[in-house]
């Protein structure tokens, strides 16, 4: 047994274990379907209501909470349904009803056992008790038998995951737009992710899915993802003359840029990642992904913020977000000393601005590894990390990765 799960179940035995599956008030019905925010650490309930657009008071009222304090690392809060609460996370609350088993719900809601389990921290998926809630993830669009998609609305930089179920296949193939989509296979289906960028082109987008069996029988599938809007704010940014005159050398800018696409363009074959992202800190947010930019006053970019900025203090450890191997740690102009983790299949994140570089290129990294310190270097007006992600050469949000586990 590891040393989480014994700790639940310390926590079961010593009662502590209703934390994980709080009570709900006995007027459960209105709960049900509600969107559920998994508490990460460094959060508070008032950081929470103010990303999701709710009160303190809602949250307490929704989730029976009597002290502000009283919030854990891991904890399931049902969040009001709103539209944000609801794009936000992926989970939604179920009430355990007389006679539930883990195995029922899970057919139910088109989920598995395991993900359940997972989700939920269950020590045993035997022991459910009526009247508490669990949570369900957000059922994917089954959009024909054995082929799952997220949603067939992909949002400007969401990921999306596209996931063949068909133990049959021998190849799985795909043509998104006119250009290849690699799948990879995991237990018993294949998947791909798509990546769509920040400032991607609203409308269609044609997928083409080829298939073949064993028998060399050939099948091809054509879906429609729908790229949507997402409503990005807009941000003014003063930057000191030295920061303008790197701005403006579109030359010195374009170099950086190619450098760093060799290198998130080089996909290796292996998925290192396993369950969802941690964050690289657990210190306020400052600016989101996305976010578009004035710079003194300047036009507005077309193209947002291409990461998540984080408030630090000079020094402070920065920690790796997953499993995988540093490709790149060196200092360079626009994104001060740069840490580039693959953690294969085209997935890569992006520490910069760090005032010491404390990895080395080929070196592998698990969750939680420090990678290097904190600091301004670079386009920076002062201490803060920037985290990106890219997914097959894409810019996406890297804050979805910590919400829900991929694929
Ligand atoms: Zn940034």
């Known amino acids: 047994m590891n040393k989480c799960k014994r700790l639940i179940l310390l926590g079961l035995i010593f009662g502590i274990g ?48 009597v002290n502000d304090d009283l919030i854990q ?12 609460s609801s ?17 029922r719900i899970a057919l139910r809601y088109g989920t598995t056992l395991r993900a359940l389990q997972q989700l939920n921290d269950l020590p045993n998926p035997n022991l459910l008790t009526p009247g508490f809630a669990i949570a369900i993830p957000r059922a994917p669009a089954l959009v024909k038998p054995g082929l799952q998609i997220d949603a067939l609305d992909a949002r400007q930089g969401g990921t999306t995951v596209i996931k063949i179920a068909r133990p049959e296949l021998t190849t799985v193939t795909g043509i998104l737009n006119g250009r290849p989509l690699k799948f990879t296979r995991a237990g018993g289906y294949a998947f791909a992710l798509l990546g769509a960028s920040r400032c991607a082109k609203i ?7 080829v298939t073949s069996d064993a028998r060399g029988q050939a099948a091809t599938e054509n879906v429609t993802i729908n790229i949507t809007t997402t409503a990005y704010l807009v941000n003014a940014i003063t930057l000191p003359p030295a920061g303008v005159s790197i701005l403006q050398d579109s030359a010195l800018i374009k170099r950086e840029s190619d450098e760093l696409v060799s290198i998130i363009n080089k996909v290796s074959p292996t998925r290192l990642w396993r369950g969802a992202f941690r964050q690289p800190v657990y210190t306020a947010i400052t600016e989101n992904f996305g976010t578009r930019r004035s710079y003194n006053g300047g036009p507005v970019g077309a193209c947002g913020h291409e990461g998540t900025d984080f408030s630090m203090k000079l020094g402070d450890p920065v920690f790796a977000a997953a499993r995988g191997r540093v490709v790149f740690s060196a200092l360079t102009q626009v994104r001060g000393n740069l840490v580039v983790i693959d953690h294969g299949l085209g997935v890569f994140t992006g520490y910069y601005h760090l005032s010491a570089l404390t990895v080395q290129a080929g070196q592998m990294t698990n969750p939680g590894d420090v990678i290097g310190k904190a600091g301004s270097t670079g386009l920076s007006t002062g201490p803060h990390l920037h985290w990106s992600m890219w997914i097959n050469g894409e810019y996406v949000d890297p804050m979805e990765w910590t919400r829900r586990v991929i694929p």
């Not at 794009?87 to 195995?103: C, E, K, M, S």
């Not at 409308?203 to 899915?209: D, M, R």
């Open 203 to 209: 409308g269609a987008l044609p997928l083409t899915i």
């Open 73 to 84: 690392v891991g904890q399931k809060l049902i969040l009001p349904a709103t539209e944000i």
């Open 18 to 65: 209703a934390i994980f599956f709080a009570p709900l008030r006995a007027n459960a019905e209105p709960l049900r379907d509600a969107p559920i925010y998994i508490v990460q650490s460094g959060d508070t309930l008032v950081a929470i209501a103010a990303r999701f657009n709710t009160t303190v008071a809602i949250l307490k009222k929704l989730n029976n909470l």
């Open 87 to 103: 794009a936000a996370t992926n989970a939604i609350a179920y009430i355990v009803q007389p006679g539930d088993t883990l195995q």
